[in-house]
């Protein structure tokens, strides 16, 4: 029993140093963990400042996007994440990645409080220099969690409003959400120009359920009620046919305007043909109507040369006419029928300043 004490204190005193030592070999490795992330981050950062001074700009790019990539935001500093885009956009920049250099040195610039002031300059001069090389699009969407697509691919979490840099040229953004319907924008980017753009996201039309008694009635008169549904379905706007009818009419009427004034102008061609050859015969003077006592037929060769001239301009028009409104007659029509036959299918018509015609929106 004498040595149970102290055989007692020496196990205590053993397992308190084992603890106390694996408690600390645990920090140790998470500290060493932690450590090697943000090792990696400056590594990265290093190698990128050495080739941007050395205006290896495609190797400084790789870098700081790495460095940007490995910087985990629950560990990271926002300064740090901020700095790293920043400095991404300005290797973008001098890439020629245009959108890509707006879109990190927006970002960046949007933690401006975090900053150093040199920062702060140094990435706003290189976001004024993206603004002539890309569109800004500012958009809002209603409800805000409806999912926001360009081009077919998703922009990101879903927020009320975006400001969104692009690519100029002509661009779809679509907007959906489970129980409404889609709703959808063809617009063309301007390079240095801002476009704004609402979308309302409708609740989707959804049919109630008919009462017992319309059911019981529905099922007594089933002919009927078939062939009403036939007709509701497949009878088109007469309001739109008639206007179409119209637009044809008026467009062959044009045309064939255009070939009687153009025809009119042919035979008063021959006639002042006709008419230059036998004044031509009678005086073989060639300044004979020039002169200041020429004869009357000088002067009605001259009213037969204006009147064949403005036929002729009249001719030409009413053709032209007539065809841009046979044109939009057909483009109406094959909207119409496209639109009333196809369940999942759109066809909207795009214009710009550069282009025009149509385009199919939908799943077939």
Known sequence: MRFVAPSLLLCLIFGATTGYTSSASAEDIYSTLDGSDEAMVKDHVRRAKRARDAGRWTEAHAAYKAAFEAADPASSTGKKR?????????????????????????????????????????????????????????????????????????????ARTYRLYLEPGQHMVRARLAGHEEAFASFDAQAGKPTTISLQVPRAVTQAAAPAKDAATATREPKRSVRGAQASSVAPSSTASKLRVAGAILAGATMVAGGGFLVWSAYTEDELHDKATALRGADKTADRCVRPNAPRACSELRDLQEQRDLLRQVGWVSLATGGALGALTLVSLIVGRTSSHSDGVRVVPTASGRSAGLMMVGAW
Do not use: M, N
Not at 90 to 115: F, G, I, M, N, T
């Open 82 to 158: 901020a700095e790293l885009a920043g400095e991404l956009g300005l290797c973008e920049l001098e890439l020629r990645k245009y959108r890509d250099a707006a879109e990190h040195l927006a970002w960046s610039l949007e933690q401006r409080d975090a900053l150093p002031l040199e920062l702060q300059l140094r990435f706003e001069a290189g976001q004024r220099k993206t603004a002539p090389h890309v569109g800004t699009l500012y958009l809002s969407v209603d409800p805000p969690d409806a999912e926001v697509l360009i081009d077919g691919k998703p922009i990101g979490s879903p």
